[in-house]
Structure formats: C-alpha cells, structure tokens
C-alpha cells in the first residue's frame, strides 16, 4: 500500500506564478531523477476538487533562471508522477500587434533559438536514438480545451501564435525581434524549449497558456520592467481562472 498521492495534471508555473493559490497540497514531494533534480519539490494537491500537481519552473524562491533550469528533470519527474497532460504557463513579451501586456493566447507553434541546453533524452548515454514528430508541438486538444475555457468564463483568449523561445536571461536586441517577426513569431519567451520537446518525446500531452507581459524590445514604447510589474497581477488572475475552468476536463480526459 503506497500512500503516494497522484494526479493526472500538472501546471507548470513561469515567472509570475511561483505558487498555485488555492491548491490544498497534500504532499509536497522531492524527487531524485535519472537527470538530477527538478526545479522544486512537486506539489501534489487539490484544487477546486480536481487532483494536481504545481511545479515550479524557476525554483521556490524564483532562483533559476532560463539557461539554468533542468528542464529533463522536471519532465521527468512529473512523467513519474503519473501526470499525463501538462498546461504550462509563461509570460511572455508580444511581438504581434494584437498581443499586447495582460492579454494571454493559447500559441500553436514554436521557433527554438535556445542553445546549449540539453534539449533531448536522447543524448547518446542510452542504447536507443529518437526522432520525434513536433508537427504539433503544443497538444491540440489541451490548447482546445484551454481555449474553451477561457471563452466560457468571457475572457479573451488568442487562439494561436508562434512562440519564438531565446536563450536568455538578457532580454533582446531591437534587431533579433525584427528577424523573430520576419521568422513568424508573435510572441517571445525563454522557456519554452526544450520543455515542450522533452514532454513530446516522454509522451505527455503539453499545452502552453502564454501571458504577454511587455512588449518585445523595439516593438512598443514603455520601458519593460516597468510594463512587467503592471502587467504580471492582472493577467496571472485570468490564467488561473482559465485553468479552474479546463481542469475538471483535463483531469477526466483519456
Ligand atoms: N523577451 C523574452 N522573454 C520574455 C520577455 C521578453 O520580452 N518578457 C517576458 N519573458
């Protein structure tokens, strides 16, 4: 008999959402992987009567940044964990006109300009090479679900957008949004890969709920921290009334 608590649903919490308010936590569990250790010790929990997991990205006290985190531990361990759909949230800088501070999409695609991090479980230590699709890099029907929600409780979300994910932690130049834009991406963040990748190749279905929090370098005219700050409350209230909503659904799918 284990008494292990389990969930089938992980949030994956960025900048701006180290915690997960409202989630009654029953177990806060640390996990050692065949990677290392993950960002933070799992939260295992209830909220709004749906069985989750936190995790936060950055470390309890927001102390990893981008280039730093282990993101195949944390995969990993929620994967272990028994988590089958992950709804990972990030803020983001906008880049497209219509994704401006506060507003929150739902992107369908991605651009990877990360480099140096060890972006596969493939890395030659074991006995097997794996070529993943990513045709669909956030899962469809996590995305859908997310954006169903969010248009149930009437607030506006966009359905779409390419994420471009840079290295970090500096923010951009003017010059490296202008090539992003012409590359096709409406928003920019760093942590997106190889999160979604390493989801993808451990077979968890991965959806990103993005939150524009300034906008990109160059594109608009206030000053970004400063945007950041304004930006960051507001709209983090909204991401957690868009999961309250797609939680029972994620939890009772497959
Ligand atoms: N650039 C990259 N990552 C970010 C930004 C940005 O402007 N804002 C929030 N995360």
Redesign the pocket.
């Given at each position: 008999m284990s008494d292990q608590h389990t969930a089938r649903i992980a949030v994956i919490g960025g900048?701006g959402m180290n915690q997960w308010p409202g989630l009654d936590i029953r177990e806060q569990r640390i996990v050692e992987t065949p990677y290392g250790k993950p960002s933070a010790p799992l939260l295992i929990g209830n909220i709004h009567g749906i069985d989750a997991v936190f995790l936060a990205r950055h470390g309890e006290g927001h102390t990893l940044p981008p280039h730093a985190i282990n993101y195949r531990a944390n995969i990993w361990a929620l994967r272990e964990t028994g988590v089958k759909s992950v709804v990972a949230i990030a803020?983001?800088?906008g880049i497209a006109p219509w994704f401006p501070p506060a507003a929150v999409a739902a992107p369908v695609d991605l651009v990877d300009y990360t480099w140096g991090r060890v972006h596969s479980y493939s890395d030659g230590s074991g006995d097997h090479v794996q070529h993943i699709e990513f045709n669909a890099p956030y899962h469809t029907r996590v995305r859908r679900e997310l954006v169903h929600a969010a248009l149930a409780a009437k607030i506006d979300i966009i359905d779409g957008g390419v994420m471009g994910i840079?290295q970090?932690p500096r923010?951009?130049s003017p010059a490296e949004i202008k090539r992003m834009q012409r590359d096709g991406c409406d928003m920019?963040?760093?942590t997106g890969m190889p999160e979604a990748a390493l989801a993808c190749e451990l077979g968890l279905e991965y959806a990103c709920l993005a939150l524009s929090?300034?906008w990109?370098?160059g594109i608009g005219t206030g000053e970004?921290h400063a945007e950041?700050a304004q930006s960051i409350e507001q709209g983090m209230s909204k991401v957690r009334r868009i999961l309250q909503g797609a939680l029972p659904v994620l939890a009772g799918s497959r």
């Amino acid at each position: 008999m284990s008494d292990q608590h389990t969930a089938r649903i992980a949030v994956i919490g960025g900048t701006g959402m180290n915690q997960w308010p409202g989630l009654d936590i029953r177990e806060q569990r640390i996990v050692e992987t065949p990677y290392g250790k993950p960002s933070a010790p799992l939260l295992i929990g209830n909220i709004h009567g749906i069985d989750a997991v936190f995790l936060a990205r950055h470390g309890e006290g927001h102390t990893l940044p981008p280039h730093a985190i282990n993101y195949r531990a944390n995969i990993w361990a929620l994967r272990e964990t028994g988590v089958k759909s992950v709804v990972a949230i990030a803020a983001v800088g906008g880049i497209a006109p219509w994704f401006p501070p506060a507003a929150v999409a739902a992107p369908v695609d991605l651009v990877d300009y990360t480099w140096g991090r060890v972006h596969s479980y493939s890395d030659g230590s074991g006995d097997h090479v794996q070529h993943i699709e990513f045709n669909a890099p956030y899962h469809t029907r996590v995305r859908r679900e997310l954006v169903h929600a969010a248009l149930a409780a009437k607030i506006d979300i966009i359905d779409g957008g390419v994420m471009g994910i840079t290295q970090g932690p500096r923010l951009e130049s003017p010059a490296e949004i202008k090539r992003m834009q012409r590359d096709g991406c409406d928003m920019v963040g760093m942590t997106g890969m190889p999160e979604a990748a390493l989801a993808c190749e451990l077979g968890l279905e991965y959806a990103c709920l993005a939150l524009s929090v300034n906008w990109a370098c160059g594109i608009g005219t206030g000053e970004i921290h400063a945007e950041i700050a304004q930006s960051i409350e507001q709209g983090m209230s909204k991401v957690r009334r868009i999961l309250q909503g797609a939680l029972p659904v994620l939890a009772g799918s497959r």
